[in-house]
C-alpha cells in the first residue's frame, strides 16, 4: 500500500486538504497606507543584484500595444493600433526600474497626437521617473492610404509598416528617424533584354522575369524639419515608379506592365534612385536604405543597402533582409 502524502496546493487522493489555501479576495482594497508599505526592490541592497555590477546600455519593454492617434498630412485623425518598444540606461548600482512606469508614461498622454515632440516628451518623462541618463522609443504600427489605379478610376487602400523613433542621447540631444518599408515591383533588364533577343533572333515568345520588391528607408529628420509619412512615400514613388497596386481592372494590369517596362531595374538601381531623392531633401539630415529583390528567377533575393555617409551617423551595416520579404 501506497504511503499518503500530502499536497500543498491540490486536495490528496483520500480527501485530505491542502497544505495552502489558495483564494483571490476581489473585495480587498489597496489603500494608501497599505501601499506604502509594499516592497520596493529599488531599494533593496545591491547584494540581491545578480551577475557582474556593470551599466546596461538598454533595458525596458517591448511590443506593448495600445491604440494612438495620428495626423495625416492632410489634417486628419487615424487611431491605429501600434506596438511600442521603450528602453532606458541603467547604471551599474541600480537595478529593477519598474516596468509600469514606462508604460505609465504612455497612458499619461495616450490621447495626444503622435508627433516626434510628442515622443520627445515621453522619453523625458520616464527618463525621470527612472532616473536614467540615455533613453529610446519606437513605435510600430500599418498606415492606411488610399491609392489610385493606374487607368481605371478606381481606388484602394495601401498599408504601410511603419515606425517612428526617438532617441535622448546622453549629451542632452534628441534625435528622430522615421522608417518606412515600401513594396514595388522589379522587373530585371537582363531578362528584359534577353527576351526582346529571342523574340527578335527566333520569334519566340518569352516573359521577362520580374518580382515583389521591398526598400525599407530609415531616415533621420533635419533639426527643425518635418517630413510626413506621405512625403517619405511620394520620395519612394519618385524614385522607383512601380509601386504594387491594390484594385485593378485589365487596363491597370496592362498600365502595371507597361510601367514595369519604362523602368526596368537591378537591384543596386534601386538603391541609388531612392539615394538620389533622398540626399536632395532638406528635410532628412541622415539616411539608410536597404532593398530586396525575391527574384523569381533564382531561389535566393537580389539585395542591396546604401546610406548617405554622414560622418557619425547611419552605416551601411544591415543584414536583416528575412525582414524584407512580402
Not at 176 to 198: G, K, N, T
Request: proline content about 3%; some cysteine; glycine content about 6%.
Amino acid at each position: 500500500m501506497k504511503a499518503k502524502k500530502t499536497m500543498y496546493l491540490h486536495p490528496a487522493a483520500g480527501g485530505e486538504a491542502p497544505r495552502i489555501k489558495r483564494r483571490y479576495d476581489s473585495k480587498f482594497k489597496a489603500t494608501p497606507a497599505y501601499v506604502a508599505t509594499l516592497p520596493d526592490m529599488m531599494e533593496a541592497c545591491n547584494d540581491t543584484s545578480q551577475g557582474v555590477h556593470v551599466p546596461i546600455q538598454q533595458v525596458g519593454i517591448s511590443n506593448f500595444k495600445l491604440p494612438l492617434n495620428y495626423r495625416t498630412k492632410s489634417g486628419k485623425s487615424l487611431v491605429l493600433e501600434t506596438s511600442v518598444t521603450g528602453t532606458v540606461s541603467l547604471q551599474a548600482e541600480l537595478k529593477g526600474i519598474n516596468m509600469s512606469r514606462i508604460m505609465r508614461s504612455f497612458y499619461d498622454h495616450k490621447d495626444e497626437a503622435t508627433t516626434g515632440e510628442w515622443m520627445g516628451k515621453i522619453l523625458k518623462a520616464y527618463m525621470r521617473r527612472v532616473e536614467s541618463k540615455t533613453a529610446r522609443l519606437k513605435i510600430r504600427f500599418s498606415y492606411p492610404m488610399l491609392q489610385p489605379s493606374l487607368r481605371s478610376g478606381l481606388a484602394g487602400y495601401q498599408f504601410y509598416d511603419v515606425a517612428f523613433e526617438g532617441v535622448m542621447t546622453a549629451d542632452g540631444r534628441y534625435r528622430r528617424f522615421i522608417q518606412f518599408d515600401f513594396v514595388y515591383s522589379s522587373a530585371c533588364p537582363c531578362s528584359a533584354e534577353l527576351s526582346e533577343h529571342a523574340r527578335d533572333k527566333r520569334d519566340a515568345y518569352t516573359v521577362p522575369h520580374s518580382q515583389r520588391s521591398k526598400a525599407r528607408v530609415t531616415i533621420e529628420e533635419a533639426d527643425g524639419k518635418k517630413i510626413w509619412i506621405e512625403d517619405v512615400h511620394a520620395l519612394c514613388l519618385r524614385a522607383l515608379r512601380t509601386e504594387t497596386q491594390v484594385m485593378v481592372k485589365r487596363e491597370d494590369e496592362q498600365a502595371f506592365a507597361e510601367l514595369n517596362g519604362a523602368h526596368l531595374k537591378f537591384v543596386e538601381d534601386a538603391a541609388r534612385l531612392l539615394y538620389a531623392e533622398l540626399a536632395k531633401d532638406r528635410r532628412v539630415a541622415d539616411f539608410q536604405i536597404a532593398c530586396s529583390h525575391q527574384e523569381s528567377l533564382h531561389s535566393h533575393d537580389a539585395v542591396s543597402v546604401i546610406c548617405k555617409g554622414v560622418k557619425g551617423g547611419f552605416s551601411a551595416d544591415f543584414s536583416d533582409f528575412r525582414s524584407l520579404v512580402c
